[in-house]
């Protein structure tokens, strides 16, 4: 077993071959939503907790990440942040070309099943001004906070992905989007990952197959 070069591009890069190896065994017993959410909570928060540098803030300051990957490797944390500040719509993360939409909203109340949350029947779409940094941020909060929805019956038509709006504050706002949208944004972000400049050092040395040559056959209906 290989011992990881590094775990910003070459982690979920393995996590990237997972997808691409078992999404055909996902398929057939139902369970691409399930899969793709699995590999995506390892695969964005490790990468952008690993390149998250020092902060100050209200309550003080916060250091970074103990592997000081953020120091380590400046070039991949520039490319990180020039990425995050760039509007989700139309970024690498999301052609305008994608042709399915996302939609943000404040809900009220969370005390019913997704179903019957009043924000999700007639949802607003994703700012064209939000930035990637807000988008894939909430991302992360809901996968590490076991904030993750789905409506849809019988099939996963919506995946919901709750944050909330300030800490210590019992409200949320939600991200959701189609389950093919989130495969793309999830193929397109380890594309990113795998294209991130690091030193010669600890970039494998052979990769088989890049993430943006990844194509999945995903029906509309999945779970």
Known sequence: MSNYKNFVSDFPDRCADLLRDFSASARHRNREV??????ATSSIIVPLERLDGPKNGPKGSRPGHPSHDWERFQAAK??????????????????KSS?????SDDLA???HEPDLWKELQKPKPLGSKTKAKTVLWRIRKALAHGNIFTCGQPEIQQIILLSQVAEGVYKFCFLAVAPAGFQIFLTNWLGFLRKLPLPAYVVP???EVASSQFAYAYPPSMR
């Open 34 to 39: 399930t899969l793709m959410l699995s590999i």
């Open 205 to 207: 040395e052979i990769v």
């Open 78 to 95: 520039a490319s990180l942040d020039e990425l995050l500040d760039k509007p989700f719509i139309g970024s690498p993360l999301w052609p």
């Open 109 to 111: 109340d969370v005390s």
């Open 99 to 103: 042709g399915i939409s996302w939609f």
